[in-house]
């Protein structure tokens, strides 16, 4: 189980661009699926690493050996530099990998609707266990006034597939910056995950509601809803 007071730490040290709940029930289920299988040193890849903070989660909770593809140069060997959706890229990313598959792969890149597709089809093909998209529930302008991505579409049709799916959502609140004008917006982004090895599903995964809903009465006195895990099979 990831270990709540340390994710603490390293979230006030580091923060990602994440919703801090969601993501913690992300990573504790990532983290016991791979225990579960006896995989010791995860290949992680990230498809837009976000000035590289999720790195520090993968690797201290996963034991990851972690890369990333990105359009912005953060000067780290293990970052492909330029455009998810060239062949160019691809190639770079293989030549890291020398061979071995990706474990966890984490789209959260462009979020228009042609670009995450792509990313799902070119590499996806790439992964032998998980896949996970970020934003699986904002939709146009619901929620910013501006817009936000298409994801949900993609994963909405995935789910017509009749693939293996989990689904992370916690509502709670985010600071949309535009311009010189902050708003703050009540939603959910969500993490969809997609399980490619279908002979052995998560069946005795689960989470303690009672725990979390503990966490999540803030220690300023926000609250946030209770985060729920949806699992397809």
Not at 25 to 37: C, G, I, M, P, T
Not at 51 to 67: M, P, T, V
Not at 101 to 109: C, N
Not at 134 to 154: A, C, M, P, R, W
Request: aromatic content about 16%; charged content about 25%; glycine content about 8%.
């Amino acid at each position: 189980m990831v270990n709540w007071k340390r994710f603490e730490r390293l979230w006030n040290k580091e923060e990602p661009v994440q919703e801090k709940f969601e993501y913690y029930l992300f990573l504790q289920f990532v983290q016991s699926y791979f225990k579960y299988r006896q995989i010791r040193k995860p290949v992680v890849v990230e498809i837009g690493v976000k000035q590289i903070k999720q790195r520090y989660f993968y690797e201290a909770f996963l034991g990851a050996d972690w890369y990333g593809i990105d359009i912005v140069s953060f000067s780290c060997p293990k970052i492909c530099l330029g455009n998810s959706s060239d062949s160019s890229t691809l190639e770079r990313l293989k030549c890291l990998l020398k061979g071995r598959m990706i474990d966890l792969l984490f789209i959260d890149g462009n979020h228009d609707y042609s670009v995450v597709k792509m990313d799902w089809q070119m590499y996806s093909v790439l992964t032998a266990h998980l896949v996970a998209f970020h934003d699986i529930n904002l939709q146009g302008k619901e929620y910013t006034g501006s817009f936000v991505g298409s994801v949900y579409q993609l994963w909405n049709e995935l789910k017509l597939q009749g693939l293996s799916m989990v689904e992370f959502n916690c509502p709670g609140l985010i600071e949309v910056v535009d311009g010189s004008l902050i708003d703050h917006y009540l939603c959910d982004p969500g993490i969809g995950v997609v399980l490619l090895d279908r002979g052995r599903p998560e069946v005795g995964w689960k989470f303690d509601d009672k725990t979390l809903f503990e966490l999540m009465w803030g220690r300023k006195g926000k609250f946030y809803a209770r985060t729920q895990g949806k699992v397809y099979c």
